[in-house]
T-cell receptor, first 107, second 123 residues
């Protein structure tokens, strides 16, 4: 199966700071999704981004499929951005997830 | 669209008991998936359905686990003779892949949407 690696594993930010999360994957993919897992365990869809760049408010994502990586940018971070961010790629029929990046935003 | 729903949200059981979880996907989503997530890890695939047909099962799904989607709508996941190692969050997801509206090749048709999960604790 496709291997997905996320970095860094943990990130501590001061409110208002910007940050970049990285996702590397081991094979070509047709679909890549970024999720935010809230403290109650719900996975919230952030982006469906097999290639290119998308923006949604303070979040944006870029996937360079030919180089097998994706980046998630958080700008002007807020305490509500805290949680675990997962990258997942479609591996045949299923999603293969990375181990996640735990983001803590301090006021 | 209402989202994916799961019931119960929490389940505490004693080792050796049977438990059953339910998942209601987004309406008109043909595909339904089950994943398991343990502490500090990303979700891992268990099984998936295309309509009522169960098409794939992970090797993580031991003989004690069984999943059904009898009418191609909601799905149940049953764990028999629970063990402490079964303690985890069980997540359900659905996607419109293969539906009459979204087909197979429409961009984004394979996007998966997750429910809130069922957290199982086996004592």
């Amino acid at each position: 199966g496709i291997q997905v690696e996320q970095s860094p594993p943990d990130l501590i930010l001061q409110e208002g700071a910007n940050s970049t999360l990285r996702c590397n994957f081991s094979d070509s993919v047709n679909n890549l999704q970024w999720f935010h897992q809230n403290p109650w365990g719900q996975l919230i869809n952030l982006f469906y981004i097999p290639s290119g760049t998308k923006q949604n408010g303070r979040l944006s994502a870029t996937t360079v499929a030919t180089e097998r990586y994706s980046l998630l940018y958080i700008s002007s971070s807020q305490t509500t951005d805290s949680g675990v961010y997962f990258c997942a790629v479609v591996d045949d029929y299923k999603l293969s997830f990375g181990a996640g990046t735990t983001v803590t935003v301090r006021a | 669209d209402t989202g994916v729903s799961q019931d119960p949200r929490h389940k505490i059981t004693k080792r050796g008991q049977n438990v059953t979880f339910r998942c209601d996907p987004i309406s008109e989503h043909n595909r339904l998936y089950w994943y398991r997530q343990t502490l500090g890890q990303g979700p891992e695939f268990l099984t998936y359905f295309q309509n009522e047909a169960q098409l794939e099962k992970s090797r993580l799904l031991s003989d004690r686990f069984s999943a059904e989607r009898p009418k191609g709508s909601f799905s149940t996941l049953e764990i028999q003779r629970t063990e402490q190692g079964d303690s985890a969050m069980y997540l359900c997801a659905s996607s419109p892949m293969g539906s009459r509206k979204h087909g197979t090749y429409r961009l984004g048709a394979d996007t998966q949407y997750f429910g809130p999960g069922t957290r199982l604790t086996v004592l």
